[in-house]
Structures are given as C-alpha cells and as structure tokens.
C-alpha cells in the first residue's frame, strides 16, 4: 500500500517562506509525475506545480517565479519551495503521485496525500 505523507506547513507572515515535503512510502517501481495542490473552504482544488518525467515543470501563475518544485526520485520525495509568500496563497496544500508499482504491469495509479495547511497571515 502506497502513502504519502506531507510536511513543512504552518504559520508564515507575509513575505516569508516555507518549504513543503512530501515522501512516499510503499512499494514503488517509478513515479512519473509528482505535483502539488491547494485548496480552500468552498472552493475547486487547484494545481499548484507539477513535475512529469520527460516534461518540464509547471506552474500555476499565481505562483510564478515563487515557488519551486523539486523531487529526489530515489527517495520517492518531493518539495514545493514557496517564497515571497501572500495571504492568498493560505490554503490547505497537498501532494498528489501517479506511479507505476511494478516494472511487469505498465500501469499507472494515483495517490493523495492527507494535506497540510498553510496559512500567511501577519
């Protein structure tokens, strides 16, 4: 069974920085894409940046130029660095894999982890 367990959220003044991590654990043949997304009450998740193999990485623009992804594919791990941080980036924050289990069966499946908050606030 595959989890992924987030964290590095909490209570940051405006113009500050966090950094989120987010580690698999499980039996995990490959992760093709590793992203993050944010949610508030009462509205629509939201893709927040996203790292495909093969692909470049990409970015909501509300976020350009502040915040970065990165992953470390031999630990199953990826961070969301996030600068110059403003009250509308408060939101419940999220990491979201899709991988292949097994090297025989070329299948992809998705997983969520749990979410950890993030609020910016003075």
């Known amino acids: 069974q595959v989890q992924l367990v987030e964290s590095g959220g909490g209570l940051v003044q405006p113009g500050g920085s966090l950094r989120l991590s987010c580690a698999a654990s499980?039996?995990?043949?490959?992760?093709?894409?590793m992203a993050w997304y944010r949610q508030t009450p009462g509205k629509q998740r939201e893709l927040v940046a996203t790292?495909?193999?093969?692909?470049?990485?990409n970015y909501a623009e509300s976020v350009k130029g502040r915040f970065t992804i990165s992953r470390d594919n031999a630990k199953n791990t990826v961070h969301l660095q996030m600068n110059s941080l403003k009250p509308e980036d408060t939101a419940n924050y999220y990491c979201?894999?899709?991988?292949?289990?097994?090297?025989?069966?070329?299948?992809?499946?998705?997983?969520w982890g749990q979410g950890t908050q993030v609020t910016v606030s003075s």
């Open positions: 499980g039996s995990i043949f490959s992760v093709y894409t």
């Open positions: 790292d495909t193999t093969g692909e470049r990485t």
């Open positions: 979201y894999f899709i991988v292949q289990l097994t090297p025989t069966k070329n299948y992809r499946y998705q997983y």
